[in-house]
Every structure is written in C-alpha cells, then in structure tokens.
C-alpha cells in the first residue's frame, strides 16, 4: 500500500438489508466497485426471509472488505444503527439496498465535503425501474433547511457523514421515517450540503419502503415536521404553524387571510440563493393557490401579487389558474406525499448537474 493510499480516510458503508434478494447483489457490487480504495461494507441483514442471507454471504466471501452481520426483523433504523455501531472508519456513508452508487461517488463526494466544510453530505440521483427522471435536492444549508420542512433534504442513500456525529446521534428505531427525524433533528446542530451532482441510480419499484409504510411514514412526517417547525420558527404562533402544516400537507384553504399567510410563509422559505429552491417554493405557492381556487378571483390576485417574492416571474401556467379561480373548480390534485422526493428534468437543473451555462 502507498503513501497515498494510507493517508486516505477509512469509509465505513452501511447497509440495511431486508428481503432484497432481487436487487441486492447489485447494489452490493456498485460498492465494491468504488473508485475510492479506503472502504469497508456493513451488510446488516434485517431478518430477511428470502435469499438475501445466502447471497451477501456468497458476496461476503470473495471480498473481505465486506462485514457481515445478521439480526431479528424490526426496524431500518435499528439495523442502521447496528451497521454504524460496527464502524471503524472516519466517515460513514449510507447505502440503500435496491439502489446503484455510480462508481466515483465516494471519491468525489468525500472530497467536495472537505472542501465545504459540511458534515453531512448527499447528491442528487437518477430514477430508474418504474420511474425516471433527475431526482434534485438542494445544495446549501440554509436551503436544505427550508427543503426540510416539506421533505427530507437528502436522499437516505446519498449521504456521506462524519462518523462521530453519526454514532454521538443515532436513529429514532421507533421511527418508520427515521431519515426525517434525523436530518431534522440535526439541522440545528450540523452544516450540510449536498453535491450538485447524481451520486445515485435510484430504483423505483412496488416494494420500497416509502410505498409499503406510506400511512406510517405520513403520520410520521406530521409529527417531526411540527417539532421542526418550532424549532425553525419559533417566533411562530401555533396558528401560524397550523397555516404553515395545511399549505406542507398540501391541504386546501378556505379562507383567503390564511391563504395569504401562507404565501408569505413558502416566500420567507425561498429567500436563500438557490435558483432551484426559489422555483420549487414557487411551485409550492402556485399549488397552494390550485387547490384554494374556489376562493374565487380574490385567490388569483393574492397569487399574482405574492409571486413576486419568489424572485421569479409567473410562468404559462397562470392562465390556467386565473380560469380556475373564475370558475371556483375544485381540483382533483393527486396527493403525491409531501415527503417524496422531487423529480426536476429541467434544461436549467441539468445545466446544474453537468456545468454547463
């Protein structure tokens, strides 16, 4: 081994299994396959019924970077915390069982995190299986900390993080959206950031998580978006925050005071120089608005003289929204979570990703 190579900091991945038989070698191997040398693999079996076990294991004994260990079913946050227990590395990066680490995305992440000075640091990620698309997060702290009022401001398998901070803050294993609990409980305490670049191939299929635990998951989010909330605002009166959870749970208004309130809320959450945050904010604002239209025209002007604050300028779809205001229709919104992460194909978050102007 070089001089080169023992200077470089262990990376301990962790990685909770459970009944992945389908996709877990894979994801195992996108590891493996690391362009960065300094790794060890902790495989944490979750009480898998199906052939997970005897394939890491198959796994496990051709490489010896890889660590097994194995243990009764209960939660993703128990076996995560087991697998970070186990660490001897400096920083500790998470990795989800049915996704694909593109190959570089240690070495690049670890070396954008030193440069910024965050603790905690993620990526953006490809979909792939039963949906596609550029899956955007925001890069800054103080817009990740706006994001996470809405949804995680990572992505639970891009993140690459300090191995103190991780073991000195463990996860609520009580928690069926134990990423949120974290990531919300730490955003007071840690610097984050997430990389301008697809660390991730992200799979979508009918067994993953946030689809079979979707009830648990929400009730969830409404529990810790609320603590985040006063702890973000704490200024904030509690109805005040009850104006701020209808417009995160994407819940129509009636009145058109609230309705205003709220616009002001998601405009104060888009002030940090994030291009791609004052536009999802504004997204946000104008589906508020969608979903209050049979307030009538009063609901459009308020939008119209709102948006402005978005440091953006309303698009086509307005038009759209001024009929459905003169109307008063009663939009049927698919309620698509307001936990899930965003799917942005656009030239202009592209550009984001690949450097170009």
Not at 158 to 165: M, P, W, Y
């Amino acid at each position: 081994m070089d001089d080169k190579m023992r200077s470089l900091p262990l990376i301990s991945v962790v990685m909770p299994v459970y009944n992945r038989a389908r996709y877990v070698a894979e994801a195992v191997n996108s590891i493996l396959a690391q362009t960065y040398p300094q790794l060890e693999l902790i495989i944490v079996d979750d009480g898998s019924t199906d052939e997970s076990p005897e394939i890491v294991q198959a796994l496990a004994a051709r490489d010896r970077r890889i660590r097994l260990l194995f243990q009764p079913h209960y939660s993703q946050g128990r076996a995560r915390n087991a697998g970070i227990a186990l660490a001897c590395g400096e920083y500790i990066a998470h990795m989800d069982d049915d996704d694909i680490a593109l190959p570089d995305r240690l070495t690049v992440q670890l070396d954008w995190m030193r440069r910024t000075g965050v603790d905690i640091c993620g990526g953006c990620s490809q979909a792939f299986g039963d949906s596609h698309g550029l899956l955007w997060f925001p890069e800054t702290h103080e817009a990740i900390r706006n994001e996470l009022v809405f949804r995680c401001g990572f992505l639970q398998g891009t993140v690459l993080i300090r191995a103190d901070i991780a073991k000195a803050h463990p996860y609520d294993e009580q928690a069926s959206f134990e990423d949120y609990e974290l990531w919300t409980r730490l955003a007071p305490l840690c610097r984050m950031g997430n990389m301008p670049r697809i660390l991730l191939r992200e799979r979508f299929h009918p067994q993953q998580i946030h689809k079979m635990k979707a009830d648990a998951i929400r009730a969830d989010w409404r529990k810790y978006f609320e603590r985040y909330l006063r702890a973000l605002f704490p200024q904030a009166t509690p109805a005040e925050r009850d104006i701020f959870a209808r417009a995160a749970g994407q819940e129509p208004f009636t009145s058109l005071a609230d309705l205003e309130e709220a616009g002001r809320w998601l405009a104060l959450l888009a002030q940090p120089p994030d291009a791609l945050l004052r536009r999802r904010m504004a997204d946000r604002w104008f589906a508020v608005c969608r979903r209050s239209a049979p307030l009538g025209l009063a609901c459009y002007r308020i939008y119209r003289r709102l948006t402005t604050q978005f440091g953006i300028t309303a698009d086509h779809g307005t038009f759209k929204l001024w009929l459905a205001c003169c109307l008063r229709l009663n939009p049927a919104i698919r309620r698509a979570g307001c936990m899930q992460t965003q799917n942005y194909t656009s030239a202009g978050f592209q550009a984001n990703l690949t450097g170009e102007s």
